[in-house]
């Protein structure tokens, strides 16, 4: 079965400064992975997807990710932080084959806290 | 384009009650799925279809009833609401013919069982 692990609930970091939110998968096949992003109240937003063959894709927002296939992870970064992105971030897997074909498997969430 | 539209926006029920969360999407997305969240438990699956006429259970489905008459509409039922079932609900959807597609998620049902 396909899974992701979001290892901090927190992160905070000063506004200016970079930012990493990380997530490590586990999965049987290929690695759909996705970040979302959660304003309060509001539903999640796509902010970006791993491309094959693509380790570093860039996103929504100034955000990019850096796909690392041995370590199986698939970080968040952006390389100076805004208030503004303070907010809920997820990180899911798709899955490609059986049953499941299509199920999105989400991380418990990072909050991101971008202090002035 | 509308996207995903999700309604009611809030709902306060009583234990017992039954009620329709309505989703509706116009991209003529195949796969639609619900998913309720809970602080700290990330998004749960509780139901799932990959087209009108298909519908399977996620990880939660105890309590919750869906069907899929049309591409556009994927209604979940509360059949007898529960205290338990205190959570903000998710409708979402995503094209099915690449896993390489991302979902679009409607704005929330935040639901209270009293």
């Known amino acids: 079965a396909q899974s992701v692990a979001q290892p901090e609930d927190q992160v905070n970091v000063a506004e200016g400064n970079p930012l990493t939110v990380k997530c490590t998968y586990s999965?049987?096949?290929?690695?759909?992975l996705f970040w979302y992003v959660q304003y309060p109240n509001r539903g999640l937003q796509f902010l970006l997807k791993y491309i094959t063959g693509d380790n570093l894709v860039k996103g929504s927002y100034g955000f990019e990710a850096e796909f690392n296939k041995s370590q199986t992870s698939f970080h968040l970064k952006k390389p100076s932080a805004l208030v503004s992105d303070s907010a809920l971030y997820f990180c899911?897997?798709?899955?490609?084959?059986?049953?499941?074909?299509?199920?999105?498997?989400f991380g418990r969430g990072t909050q991101l806290t971008v202090w002035p | 384009n509308a996207g995903v539209t999700q309604t009611p926006k809030f709902q306060v029920l009583k234990t017992g009650q039954s009620m329709t969360l309505q989703c509706a999407q116009d991209m003529n997305h195949e796969y639609m799925s619900w998913y309720r969240q809970d602080p700290g438990m990330g998004l749960r699956l509780i139901h799932y279809s990959v087209g009108a006429g298909i519908t399977d259970q996620g990880e939660v489905p105890n309590g919750y009833n869906v069907s899929r008459s049309t591409t556009e509409d994927f209604p979940l039922r509360l059949l007898s609401a529960a205290p338990s079932q205190t959570s903000v609900y998710f409708c979402?959807?995503?094209?099915?013919?690449?896993?390489?597609?991302?979902?679009?998620f409607g704005q929330g049902t935040r639901l209270t069982v009293v």
């Open positions: 999965v049987s096949g290929n690695p759909y």
């Open positions: 979402a959807s995503s094209y099915f013919g690449s896993m390489n597609t991302e979902a679009f």
């Open positions: 899911a897997v798709r899955d490609d084959r059986g049953s499941t074909l299509g199920r999105l498997y």
